[in-house]
C-alpha cells in the first residue's frame, strides 16, 4: 500500500496525482485549485490524502480546521470544501477491506 499526504507544499504532486484519475471519477471539488481556494475563508489548511492499494487508488481532499475548547488542546475537524467532495476512486466497486 502507498500513502500519501500533500499540503500546498507538494501542490506539484498532489495536481499530478488528481490529474491521473479519469475524468467521470472527479469534480471540481476535488481539484487542488479549488480546495487551496477555501483555505482563506475558512481558516483551515488544504490538505489531500492519497491512497493507492491493490484495489485502486484513493483521493480524499479536505480542509484541516483547529478546534479551540478550553478543555482539549490540539483537536482538529476535516471536512470537504463547502460541503462538496469527499473521497475519488479509480475502482468503480471498491471491497469493503481497503485497508486491511
Known amino acids: 500500500m502507498i500513502c500519501r499526504v500533500f499540503n ?7 495536481k499530478k496525482s488528481y490529474h491521473s484519475f479519469p475524468e467521470k ?7 487542488p485549485e479549488y480546495v487551496n481556494s477555501w ?7 488544504a490538505y489531500c490524502l492519497y491512497i493507492e492499494t491493490d484495489d485502486g487508488r484513493f ?6 480546521k483547529e478546534i479551540t475548547t478550553k478543555w482539549i ?3 482538529y475537524d476535516i471536512f470537504s470544501v463547502y460541503g462538496y467532495g469527499g473521497m475519488i476512486s479509480d475502482n468503480e466497486s471498491p471491497t469493503d477491506t481497503i485497508l486491511d
Open 8 to 14: 500546498t507544499k507538494k501542490l506539484q504532486e498532489w
Open 25 to 31: 471519477s472527479k469534480t471540481i471539488f476535488h481539484s
Open 39 to 45: 483555505q482563506e475563508y475558512e481558516n483551515a489548511e
Open 59 to 64: 483521493l480524499y481532499p479536505f480542509l484541516k
Open 73 to 75: 488542546s490540539s483537536v
